[in-house]
Structures are given as structure tokens and as C-alpha cells.
């Protein structure tokens, strides 16, 4: 299946809610939200308000990818602010299997993302239960950056993987 969810983070943020109107009149599938704490990447977004004001402008499924250190402590506010699916990085959860189950259990999709050097077994016990996989083809935190080749080699274990 073949979805297309354009990022906010190419948008012009002092028009934000025309700019989400947009992509949603083109098409897509999904609105990608990317969330940067300054800490687990060098650059800093959004939070859950800007996501409610969103919400309420917009019905698109919102995937909001957390590039945060402790997701675990922020997945509630997203939820509540309107994500439909949360996408977490494996590198920052020590209790990865937990936050995942945490997230199913508000009754929202759940992802992971793995970072261009993170190897795919990181997931291994948990892909059954989840809903996207986020393979990073650039280093997270700043938008523009060239492609890594090495993604698509991931990509190809990732598919293995899957269909065992």
C-alpha cells in the first residue's frame, strides 16, 4: 500500500493552517508532524498545542513522529491533542516493548523509527505489534539533507523480516 503523507515541517509555519489545507485538498493520505525536543536531535518544532489547533481545522490522520528524548513522557498530550498514530524512535526508548504497548493501548496506531545506523534486529520482538516503520533514510533533526543509500538496504531487511 502506497500512502503519501507530505511533512509540516516544509511548511510555512506563519500559515500553517492554509498550507495543511493544501496538501489535504491535493490528496494526501496523511498529515507526518515531526516533533524535535533540541536534545535527542540538535533542532526544535512543535508540541501538542499546535497540534490541537490542527485538529481543529483539519480532519487528515495526523502521524506524529517524536524525535524526543523520553517519548514515553509525551505520548498522552499528542494523543490528546489528536494524533493518529505516534511514531517513536527504538533509540531513545530503554523500555521500547512498553512504550509501544502504551501507545496501543489508547487506542492509536503505533511506529518506530529507526535511525540511518540503527540496525533492524532493534526491532525484532516488537514489529508484530506494530502499525508503520519509519526506516530514517537522512540523520533526524533538520529537513533538506541528501538521501543515504543505506535505507534502502534496510528497507530490504525490513521487508525479510517481515515475512518470516
Request: hydrophobic share 50%; charged share 20%; aromatic share 6%.
Amino acid at each position: 500500500m502506497t500512502l503519501v503523507a507530505p511533512s509540516i515541517l516544509s511548511a510555512d509555519f506563519a500559515h500553517l493552517a492554509e498550507e495543511v489545507a493544501k496538501v489535504e485538498k491535493a490528496g494526501a493520505d496523511m498529515l507526518h508532524i515531526d516533533v524535535m525536543d533540541g536534545h535527542f536531535v540538535p533542532n526544535l518544532t512543535i508540541g501538542p498545542q499546535v497540534v490541537a489547533d490542527l485538529r481543529a481545522c483539519s480532519p487528515m490522520f495526523f502521524d506524529v513522529h517524536l524525535m524526543v528524548e523520553r517519548p514515553e513522557q509525551i505520548v498522552r498530550p499528542f494523543f490528546e491533542a489528536g494524533a493518529n498514530l505516534i511514531t517513536v524512535h527504538a533509540e531513545t526508548c530503554i523500555h521500547l516493548h512498553r512504550v509501544v504497548q502504551g501507545i496501543k493501548e489508547l487506542g492509536i496506531r503505533c511506529g518506530v523509527a529507526l535511525n540511518p545506523a540503527t540496525p533492524i534486529e532493534v526491532i525484532k520482538y516488537v514489529v508484530r505489534d506494530l502499525d508503520l516503520v519509519l526506516v530514517m533514510s537522512v540523520n533526524p533533526g533538520f529537513p533538506e539533507q541528501e538521501f543515504l543509500p543505506l535505507a534502502l538496504d534496510k528497507t530490504r531487511e525490513l521487508r525479510t523480516l517481515l515475512q518470516d
